[in-house]
């Protein structure tokens, strides 16, 4: 049975995990359900945003414990299992499209991570948040070591992971790491509000900016990298068309939804 269902509404492709016995939580099937989606995304032209959610009144609950506990695996057969995960982990991080995560209840360890994978978090006020690896004697993973610390800074993302303790949503806010908080009934349709709205923006300008927002390079080298990207978009047709509707007075293709 599949741990995970997908749908695509225009232009938005929704994933959703969904095992309702162990709160969606990352079991090696689900990781490779998840996986063929990415590549989905990341393929197809015609989806310009990705929204990820999770059933039954939570996001992830992190990896499967019982899974976990009887994998039998050793130092080289868990180091090979991460590299399983970080392959199509790096390919969301690194998504020529925006992807929102939309967090209801738990979002624990590895569903921590996989919401920070996006680029933006919007949750509902009973969602629960946790770097909770260090409970069971873990150190962080699913990309944890390199989101946390550019979401809140490195002493705050030190406090989290060696406090494992639980970040409720006000506090989500404040910290920058959601970036909406909404009633539950709202949550799915104010991400899917969000998707759309990309329909009418320039997938060249979207890729750009989140290359650009993810490089790491010194002063010299992010300016050269803004000098490329610009030149490129001026030259895309989004931009021409933008101009003409604004020099004729029509309302943009693309506009942030309030």
Not at 43 to 58: F, K, P, S, Y
Not at 71 to 76: C, E, P
Not at 161 to 180: F, P, Q, T, Y
């Amino acid at each position: 049975m599949s741990k995970i269902r997908f749908e695509q509404q225009g232009a938005t492709a929704i994933l959703t995990l969904d095992d309702q016995p162990v709160r969606n939580a990352l079991s090696p099937e689900m990781r490779v359900e998840v996986a063929e989606v990415v590549e989905r995304v990341r393929t197809d032209a015609t989806i310009r945003a990705l929204v990820i959610t999770g059933a039954n009144g939570h996001f992830c609950s992190g990896g499967d414990l019982r899974n976990i506990a009887n994998a039998g695996l050793d130092n080289a057969g868990w180091r090979d299992r991460l590299h399983l995960l970080h392959g199509w982990l790096a390919k969301l991080l690194s998504l020529d499209k925006p992807v929102i995560c939309a967090v209801d209840g738990a979002a624990y360890g590895a569903g921590f991570g996989l919401a920070l994978a996006g680029d933006f978090i919007v949750a509902t006020k009973r969602a629960r948040m946790s770097v909770s690896f260090l409970k069971v004697g873990l150190v962080p993973d699913c990309g944890i070591f390199y989101t946390l610390p550019r979401v809140v800074g490195p002493q705050r993302a030190r406090e989290l992971m060696l406090s494992a303790r639980e970040v409720k949503a006000d506090e989500a806010l404040r910290l920058g790491i959601a970036m909406e908080v909404v009633e539950a009934d709202q949550l799915l349709p104010r991400a899917l509000a969000l998707a759309k709205s990309f329909e009418g923006a320039s997938p060249m300008a979207v890729s750009l900016i989140k290359r650009a927002c993810a490089a790491t390079g010194d002063l010299v080298g992010q300016l050269s990298l803004e000098a490329d990207a610009q030149a490129l978009a001026m030259g895309s047709p989004e931009h021409k068309t933008a101009i003409q509707d604004f020099l004729q007075k029509r309302p943009p293709k693309f506009a942030w939804p309030e």
